[in-house]
């Protein structure tokens, strides 16, 4: 019987390709509602689906995101718009009738990646939580504008002001009877991250209250009364806080937390773990520092006798849970790959989880707590996988210069012949503390797709390896990094003959973009470079990204105190050496690595006589996201292709 071959991926896959998140079981166990984003035009659209867990089929219900049952399970909340508004929609079940609850306006002011602007139905049902800004009155003269904060500027991207205003996020309540709404937390910081107490009556949130949020990430857990309007103050540990969670018994509360004075709003160096302090206030207590993990998406079990989370693990992330008396943690989702996202059902003995690995777009799936079986209830592997060929990665562990254990990936080219030689490309990934591994990444297939074996690896810094491993580039970007990724190219070609060592290319975004400029300047054994959102001057990075506070946290000090050292580690530094032809690609508008970054280090080369080429892509923020327009992607990804095609 003869069957066809699959076809290699294609960039004409990405938009069919749906993404999955947000997936919460109804209180009865019967419906899963998620939000599925898809191509519509050049945008991607977030969809409100519904899912009955039995038959899989699925019902459209709207469009929106951050999706709620109510305690009940008769209506589902859920971000989306009214007549030109965003705000909370209210859908009931049983007649799919809608209402506009109210809108809601979130500042463009930045506090750090774990800051939630989230809702929260009450434990009730009475009242939906929620986090929202006034409207700010602009009152400056044409064309002039003033700024007297640091953090003046938000990510930058499309949807979004250039600029922050003066306005901040506060917790806000809206009532289901009436729809009358009021504002719990007027203050001058922002107020963010809210959970409620199990008796309706009270709302933790995260604030940082020194009077200086912009220039130090000292944040608390505090508690609003909603009745009475008094908020006290619950933790008071060192360092920064994010994420409260309330115990089912009201207790505890649980959070994210990290105990250094000197931090970022971006991508901290140390692992943030899993924090309870009484509900009225007291000592916290660590209970994740054994598992030597960086923790994140805490959820407590219905009993409260458990508290569950995801940790980045050697390239996967998995669930685990940990006993709040005895402190045991145990996996409870350890299949390989990535759990994104999970939610337990009202009883516990339900989680809806989204999932990915190297072949598998994300996916939700569904698992029972007793027996361990497991269902995938959306398809969107399936249909991508049916047509085209992904191809899976082998993981490997190799020595670095100085004896350290690093762990890489290695995906063989797309209809790969053991006999024949093939280009292999560096994939570098950003953070620095990011972590590769096994999940689905559309630029890795497209590369191995179009004939190159494709080597990602985690140097030192990554996370998933530890706390002393993370820490591993702190002080030192660019140094032993760099030598765990060339040992790893190492590796590979002594250990893989179909490699062609005269054939190699870089790339990477962010901070990988930031490592590609900097192995550019360190050898000339790579024959083309692709530097997405890169990073090439420290000193004027720390002085134009919305992340001033990165460069002060990773090297330990004030920039003004630190010039000699920031200038050994820029690229800049070192343009001189560099003979690789290399493409710029960056976001017009990203606010995070600002296109200054690119330009400096493209006209440096240019003036030098090397092959260069500078893309702007307008109204773009930083690199990869997946909210580039689905035309910007596919240039991007095009230039890429077409670059190490000229020049490998």
């Avoid at 049983?94 to 002011?109: D, H, K, M, P, Q």
């Avoid at 054994?290 to 995801?310: C, G, H, K, M, N």
């Avoid at 027996?371 to 398809?379: F, N």
């Avoid at 360190?522 to 134009?544: E, H, Q, Y």
């Amino acid at each position: 019987m003869s069957t066809t071959a699959k076809r290699a991926f294609s960039i004409d896959d990405l938009a069919a390709i749906q993404m999955v998140g947000g997936a919460q079981l109804s209180p009865d166990g019967k419906t899963v509602v998620c939000v599925i984003t898809r191509a519509e035009g050049e945008e991607r659209k977030d969809f409100v689906v519904l899912i009955d867990v039995h038959s899989k089929q699925q019902t459209l219900i709207g469009k929106g995101s951050s999706l709620q049952w109510s305690p009940d399970g008769s209506a589902i909340a859920y971000m989306g718009e009214h007549n030109g508004q965003e705000g909370i929609v209210m859908h009931q079940i049983n007649n799919r009738s809608e209402e506009f609850l109210t809108a809601v306006r979130t500042s463009g002011y930045f506090a750090d990646h774990y800051a939630d602007t989230n809702f929260r139905w009450s434990p009730d049902g009475k009242s939906i939580a929620y986090v929202s800004a006034e409207q700010e009155e602009k009152n400056e003269e044409e064309g002039v504008i003033v700024f007297t904060n640091l953090l003046y500027k938000t990510k930058g991207g499309r949807g979004r002001q250039h600029y922050s205003d003066e306005s901040r996020n506060q917790v806000y309540l809206v009532s289901i009877s009436d729809r009358k709404t009021k504002c719990l937390t007027r203050s001058g910081s922002a107020s963010h991250s809210i959970s409620w107490s199990p008796d309706s009556q009270k709302i933790c949130f995260i604030s940082n209250t020194t009077g200086h949020e912009d220039r130090n990430q000292w944040s608390d857990v505090f508690a609003v009364d909603i009745t009475n309007g008094a908020i006290e103050k619950i933790s008071s540990e060192k360092g920064s806080a994010f994420q409260p969670v309330w115990s089912p018994d009201g207790q505890f509360i649980a959070y994210l937390g990290i105990t250094s004075e000197l931090s970022t709003n971006d991508s901290p160096a140390e692992d943030t773990q899993l924090f309870i302090v009484p509900s009225d206030g007291g000592p916290a207590i660590c209970l994740t520092r054994s598992l030597d993990r960086r923790v994140e998406q805490l959820s407590w079990d219905p009993t409260a006798r458990f508290i569950y989370f995801t940790a980045g693990d050697s390239g996967n992330t998995f669930l685990y849970r940990v006993a709040i008396i005895s402190g045991k943690i145990d996996p409870v989702i350890d299949q390989r790959g990535k759990v994104y996202e999970y939610s337990l059902s009202s009883d516990g003995k339900k989680i809806v989880y989204v999932h990915t690995d190297i072949t598998g777009v994300p996916d939700i799936f569904i698992a029972d707590t007793a027996s361990r079986s497991v269902d995938m209830l959306t398809g969107a592997r399936e249909a991508l996988s049916g047509n085209s060929m992904l191809q899976p990665a082998e993981s490997f562990l190799f020595q670095s210069t100085d004896g350290l254990k690093i762990q890489g990936w290695l995906m063989k080219p797309y209809a790969f012949n053991p006999g024949n030689k093939y280009p292999l490309i560096l994939v570098v990934h950003g953070g620095p503390h990011n972590m590769f591994g096994n999940e689905f990444e559309d630029r890795m297939q497209l590369l191995s797709a179009n004939g190159y074996g494709v080597l990602f690896i985690n140097p030192r810094g990554s996370s998933g390896y530890g706390q002393e491993f993370s820490n591993g580039c702190v002080k030192a970007w660019g140094e032993g990094d760099y030598n765990d990724l060339m040992r790893g190219v190492d590796h590979v070609l002594e250990n893989h003959p179909w490699t062609d060592g005269s054939r190699l290319g870089v790339t990477g975004q962010s901070y990988g973009g930031y490592m590609t400029n900097r192995i550019i300047t360190k050898t000339n054994r790579f024959k083309a470079a692709v530097a997405d959102g890169s990073i090439s001057n420290l000193i004027s990075f720390a002085g134009t990204s919305l992340y001033h506070s990165l460069i002060e946290a990773e090297f330990q000090g004030s920039t003004y105190d630190n010039y000699d050292l920031l200038w050994k580690c820029s690229p800049l530094k070192d343009v001189k050496n560099v003979s690789t032809p290399v493409l710029f690609l960056h976001g017009q508008t990203d606010n995070e690595v600002p296109f200054s970054q690119a330009e400096e280090m493209f006209i440096a080369i240019k003036k030098m006589g090397i092959e260069t080429m500078l893309v702007q892509y307008k109204g773009e923020g930083h690199g990869w996201r997946p909210d580039l327009t689905l035309h910007n992607k596919t240039d991007l990804l095009e230039r890429m292709l077409g670059w190490f095609e000229k020049y490998v």
